[in-house]
Every structure is written in C-alpha cells, then in structure tokens.
C-alpha cells in the first residue's frame, strides 16, 4: 500500500531538490540501500512501480537495475513526519549491490559477496508474497464496520462464528477434492486441475481470517505460535 501522501508536492525537498531514501526488502524489513530521489524520480517510481533515483554522478534520473536487471519493485512508500526523507519497502530482483550483495552494507569481500549473493537469489526464489495478506487483513478486519447488507465479508462477521467456521469446513473439503482431482489429471488437464486448486486454497485461507476476525483472534498469536514450533 502507498501512502497518501507521497506526492511530490507533499516533499520537503533539499536545497539541490534531492530527498534521501532509505530502501528496505519487504519481506524481513533488511535495509538494502540508501539513495537520492528528486520529483521527477518519485514521479517515476510511483507511476512505473519501479524504484527510480537521481543520480548525483551523472545527473539524471536513474532506474535502478536498468543495466544489471536487479531492479526494485515497490512496494510501499511513505514520507517521514518532517517530509525530509522517506521509507521505501520493495520487492529486489537479485542482488541491490552492485558487487553482487544483497545489500549495499553486506561485507565487500568477495567470499562475503558471494555467499550474500547467493542468499539474495535463494531468498528472491523462496519469497511468496506473503507479506500481500496483510492488505487482505486489514480489508476483512475494516469490514467488521461495513453493512451486512452490501459485504459479504461483513455479513459473514454477523452471522457469529458458526458462519465463517462452517465456511472453512466447506473450503477444507473442496481443497481436499481439488488436490485430488489435481493428483490424477492427465497433463493436458494439469492447467485447469492447478487452476481449480489454487481458487480453492484462495478461498479457504480468506475464510480462515475471516474466523480470526470474528474471533478477535489476531493472526499475529497464529504466526508466533508457527515461530514457536519452528525447528531451524
């Protein structure tokens, strides 16, 4: 999600119409970089989805990964309380460094750069995009105020529990039916069985925050109950 106000205007920009960004990875908060924006590099970002800079080197706006390909997704921007700097989340595609590290502050050496390389492409090939349920949560949760009437997610909350839940025991057989169906499929069937089983998954996985919900059960106390059980 982008903050409100993360319009050029709304900038306190510097005496050389630069502000400082500080780039973090989405997916664990490591910071990654720290680099220069003007407005037309903001303006660029926003509009692109791509992270753009200024670059005081050569002085104009600059892409980043525009000739390596590790170009930076965005993901969220928002502005500090003084507007003098931002906060810039991104998705990396492979190493942010140009010596091949994951971050700009990783160790130069080159056994160092390696292994850190490495770690960025494995953790780039593992990342799933979990980080996108927290706007589904966030949506659900603000539907406990919604009418009834013109939310299905809001009239699911009203019904008690026995509605979300009864929801999740429907959604767990037909998973359970789709991964089956999938299981037997004839290759030229795979893409319509996969299809069917990834709605299904979709669906259970929203129901299932829809009953936290009702519950008023944080995912939070679930994700540290995982950390708990988690055996490295």
């Not at 400082?20 to 692109?48: C, F, H, K, N, S």
């Not at 492409?121 to 980080?131: D, K, L, N, V």
């Not at 949760?141 to 013109?150: H, V």
């Amino acid at each position: 999600m982008i903050s409100s106000s993360s319009r050029p205007e709304d900038v306190a920009w510097g005496p050389s119409g630069l502000v400082p960004a500080v780039i973090q990875d989405v997916a664990d908060g490591r910071v990654l970089m720290v680099a220069y924006l003007d407005a037309e590099a903001l303006a660029a970002t926003l509009a692109t989805g791509e992270v753009h800079f200024h670059s005081r080197s050569r002085d104009r706006l600059w892409r980043k990964g525009e000739t390596s390909g590790n170009v930076l997704r965005l993901r969220n921007l928002a502005i500090d309380c003084d507007g003098d700097a931002l906060l810039i989340s991104v998705d990396p595609v492979g190493p942010t460094c140009h010596r091949g590290t994951r971050s700009c502050f990783d160790a130069a050496d080159t056994a160092d750069a390696a292994s850190s390389a490495a770690a960025a492409t494995a953790a780039a090939t593992a990342r799933q995009g979990f980080e996108w349920l927290e706007t589904l949560w966030a949506t659900i949760d603000s539907r406990s105020a919604a009418d009834p009437a013109t939310s299905y997610t809001a009239r699911l909350l009203a019904s008690g529990v026995d509605g979300p839940a009864r929801k999740v025991a429907e959604e767990a057989t037909e998973v359970l039916m789709a991964a089956k169906d999938d299981a037997v499929a004839a290759a030229d069937r795979r893409d319509s069985t996969r299809d069917a089983l990834t709605g299904e998954v979709a669906d259970l996985l929203y129901h299932t925050l829809v009953l936290l919900c009702e519950r008023d059960l944080p995912p939070t106390a679930v994700m540290a109950r995982l950390r708990e059980r988690h055996k490295p």
